[in-house]
């Protein structure tokens, strides 16, 4: 069985600071890995995605994330946070291949201070 | 993008009754479409999936006979909950992807249902 944990449901950062925010994973096959934004009244936009290849992934917006088996996480980072980031946050883990359905972490929500 | 909107984005009913919640794809052809369910500081949970033109293949635990999902075309499913209660209070949002994996899936704003 697969299953994520997002370690934190609410992360506030001054804008310009780094933003973390933490996503662990189970899952007895090789996963494939998510990172999804949610703005307020909007629907889930995929940030970025780990699919076996490169264990660093670039996203949208200056996002990234690695992935690291030996810790099973797979945080997602930002060097420099914007206002406009503030939002909640998904981590949301499949099987190998991409096919199985998507198991959401909690979520996270970031919280941008000026 | 891909924009999937779901309609109405609020609704408030009375118990007993049954709310109908649409899916459309509105720039391109879904395929299949996914239905959660995300109650309060809790994750995304996926309710069924459906593929147009067939029966709905619903997770362990959800209903199908309260939960009934119709994909009548490749840009409209549709969820009625029938039979509200207030336990069925919860956000629901659906998805739309095009063949492969989730990836391609396209998240719809989501719709707060209301039971009083």
């Known amino acids: 069985a697969q299953s994520v944990t997002q370690l934190g449901s609410h992360v506030s950062v001054s804008e310009g600071a780094l933003v973390l925010l933490r996503c662990n994973y189970s899952s007895s096959v090789p996963p494939y890995l998510f990172w999804y934004v949610q703005y307020p009244n909007q629907g889930l936009q995929l940030l970025l995605k780990?699919?076996?290849?490169?264990?660093l992934v670039k996203g949208i917006n200056g996002f990234e994330a690695e992935f690291k088996k030996s810790e099973t996480s797979f945080h997602l980072t930002k060097p420099s946070a914007h206002m406009s980031d503030a939002a909640e946050y998904f981590c949301?883990?499949?099987?190998?291949?991409?096919?199985?359905?998507?198991?959401f972490g909690k979520g996270t929500k970031l919280s941008v201070k000026p | 993008g891909a924009v999937v909107s779901q309609h109405p984005s609020w609704v408030i009913c009375k118990s007993g009754t049954s709310v109908k919640i649409e899916c459309r794809s509105l720039d391109f052809q879904a395929t299949t479409m996914f239905w959660y369910r995300q109650f309060p500081k809790q994750s995304l949970m996926l309710m069924a999936t459906?593929?147009?033109?067939?029966?709905?293949?619903?997770e362990q635990g959800v209903e199908k006979d309260k939960f009934l999902i119709n994909h009548a075309s490749l840009t409209l499913s549709t969820l009625t909950v029938t039979s509200a209660h207030p336990e069925d209070s919860s956000f629901y949002i659906c998805s739309a992807g095009l063949a492969g994996g989730p990836d391609t899936q396209y998240f719809g704003p989501g719709t707060r249902l209301t039971v009083l």
């Open positions: 780990y699919t076996s290849a490169a264990t």
């Open positions: 949301a883990v499949t099987s190998g291949g991409g096919q199985g359905n998507l198991i």
């Open positions: 459906s593929n147009e033109g067939s029966k709905a293949t619903y």
